[in-house]
């Protein structure tokens, strides 16, 4: 298995909506185990393709607590009801967590591993997980579900820490 790097805010493949998953195949569970393994080492609780570079409709994911290791292809969230605001980071988005509303409950419906149709429920961390990783698969980041303020103070936050690692700065115009 492979740790695999993590594409991070501002490279194209995190905008794109990913193409459905077709071929269920050997390929595919290599990558998936790549996947868990590069989640369990950033640490995360999820991981979307796109995310490794990859533009394919899926994820992984395990709250480390109820779901265990769990995969889900070609997501459609079915319902989603309540509301509830928490914290929230993104492996793409290195740095701090911000506040973010997402619906408390949801159910989704996708693919197994097997290519087999499958329903998930949700509640809490849960369903922030499927939202937030279903949301990159449409090319949506968290912070795109911030307010303006707050998405800029992200960006903000992000350019510094990026300048403190040494990315070279933009010319002047």
């Known amino acids: 298995m492979t740790i695999l790097p993590i594409r991070t805010l501002g490279d194209p493949v995190l905008r794109e909506r990913a193409r459905p998953v077709e071929r269920f ?36 994911y395990d709250d480390g607590k109820t779901t265990g290791r769990r995969f889900l292809a070609n997501p459609e969230i079915l319902e989603a009801e309540g509301e509830q605001i928490h914290e929230e980071g993104c492996l793409s988005v290195p740095g701090p967590y911000y506040p973010t509303t997402r619906a408390l409950r949801v159910r989704a419906r996708g693919l197994d591993l097997e290519g087999r149709e499958v329903e998930v ?34 960006l903000r936050e992000y350019r510094e820490r990026l300048l403190e690692e040494g990315a070279p700065r933009r010319p002047a115009r």
């Open 25 to 60: 195949d050997r390929t595919l569970r290599r990558l998936v185990e790549d996947m868990f393994e590069t989640m369990y080492s950033a640490p995360g609780v999820g991981l979307a393709a796109p995310q490794v570079g990859v533009s394919l409709r899926f994820f992984v």
């Open 121 to 154: 429920e949700g509640e809490g961390l849960v369903a922030r997980i499927l939202q937030h990783e279903t949301d990159h698969l449409d090319g949506v980041l968290f912070i795109d579900r911030l307010p303006e303020e707050g998405r800029r103070q992200v």
